[in-house]
């Protein structure tokens, strides 16, 4: 069976964008600031973009804000750089835009609704699949109540995730409301990497675990701390 390549595709998708003559809108569902750093360096180029931060999976709400509130400052510093036209050089466009932010509902029972039954199924599992459908659902519904042509996730950058089973699962949910999902693995292309190189620019909060409480204990179990 022949592997899809997100990357390449998403590339493809693009070039096509560029023929036309409006500013295609985007839905980025985020998981963290860390992650959403390189994708929206890259993704801000061609699109504009609005981050959707619905993350009812990190269960502690202490952390969860920490993480919202990281999220919002890293919009900030981006915003400034088009404001101020002032851009890195590395990455560097004219077309950049103003990134907007929609923050989601916060309500954790929705997830461990979501995951019941696959509480004990390992990072990466069963468990998973159900949080990225609990998240990618709500970002497909949002997308399609605000107008937003595409929709896709920060969540393909992590090393941790399945890109195939992420993209499987964005593409049923964008398909359900009748938008498109962009197919994606922003870790590819040295996208992780930069993505830390950012994270360490930015001074961003870098977490350890996951999110949820089952991803907690088992970064815990670990280090040896439980
Ligand atoms: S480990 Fe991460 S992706 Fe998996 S269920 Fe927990 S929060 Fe969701």
Redesign the pocket.
Known sequence: MNRRNYAKELENRIEEFGKRKETPRLLLHACCAPCSSYCLEYLRQFFDVTVFFF?P???EEAEYRKRVIEEKRLIDEYNAQVESNRFDGMHSDERARKIEIIEGDYDPGQ?YEA?SG?ED?K???E??R???EL?LSETARVARRNGFEYMTTT?TISPL?NADVLNEVGEACAQKEGIVFLPSDFKKKNGYKRSIELAYMFGLYRQD???????KA?RELEKGLS
């Open positions: 993350n999976n990190i269960t997830f995951v696959y199924c990072e990466g599992g468990r998973c159900k949080c990225f998240r969540l995730k675990f996951c999110g949820c409480s089952f991803s088992q």
